[in-house]
């Protein structure tokens, strides 16, 4: 099993530097299955965003897309949050760099998870509650991404992990089934599968 890995640049740069490119060279990395997916280090908070938003390519939504299409291909896709940061702030430079005739991406900040069902994913940050598992229900139907250490662990489905001076996907299959998510395979050849009899939930 490969892993999706980006290198992290160590030095700041102002501001976020062509969104529209970087997403697209992540995205292609994605695609073909090239390791490192971009031709320069990027923040780390870039880096998450980027996938973010790439993500949307490779889910169906089984209890909203029409068969054999994503969420990406047919209606608004909505991502959401409950708590703003750089991660979430540099998608919503990416959402509005990246809007185009035909595919509608919408950002949502919402004040609690009681209105989750609106959401194709939720990006929940480090500061968040990490150790308060989610318990969501099947017909609500959310891809549940997260970079705080346990995040799969603790129910959610995909996680990023910072090794090194790279950005990890690590991903809990059988979450994304509970909520009714398929998860292309082009995307599980690159990531890294949680196996819970493998990894002890983390509660801290």
């Known amino acids: 099993m490969g892993s999706i890995v980006v290198s992290i640049q160590r030095t700041k740069t102002p501001g976020f530097v062509n969104a529209s490119g970087m997403m697209f060279k ?3 990395g994605l695609m073909i299955a090239i390791p490192e997916a971009s031709s320069r280090s990027y923040e780390e908070h870039e880096i998450k965003a980027a996938f973010l938003y790439s993500f949307a390519q490779f889910i169906t939504w089984e209890t909203r897309a029409t068969t054999g299409q994503t969420a990406a291909q047919t209606a608004a896709l909505t991502y959401c949050a409950v708590q703003e940061g750089p991660v979430v702030n540099a ?9 185009t005739a035909g595919e509608t991406r919408r950002y949502t900040l919402l004040a609690d998870l009681s209105n989750i069902r609106q959401c194709h994913i939720l990006f929940l940050g480090a500061d968040n509650n990490k150790s308060e598992s ?28 910072r090794q090194g001076a790279r950005v990890q996907v690590h991903i809990n299959l059988a979450t994304a089934r509970a909520q009714r998510i398929q998860i292309s395979s082009k995307l599980l050849k690159l990531a ?3 196996n819970a009899p493998d990894e002890a939930k983390i509660d801290d």
């Open 192 to 194: 890294t599968i949680y």
């Open 134 to 161: 989610l318990q969501l229900r099947p017909e609500e139907s959310v891809l549940t991404v997260g970079d705080s250490q346990g995040f799969v662990a603790n129910g959610g489905i995909i996680e990023f992990r």
């Open 26 to 28: 992540i995205l292609i």
């Open 91 to 99: 998608l919503k430079e990416l959402i509005a760099a990246k809007q």
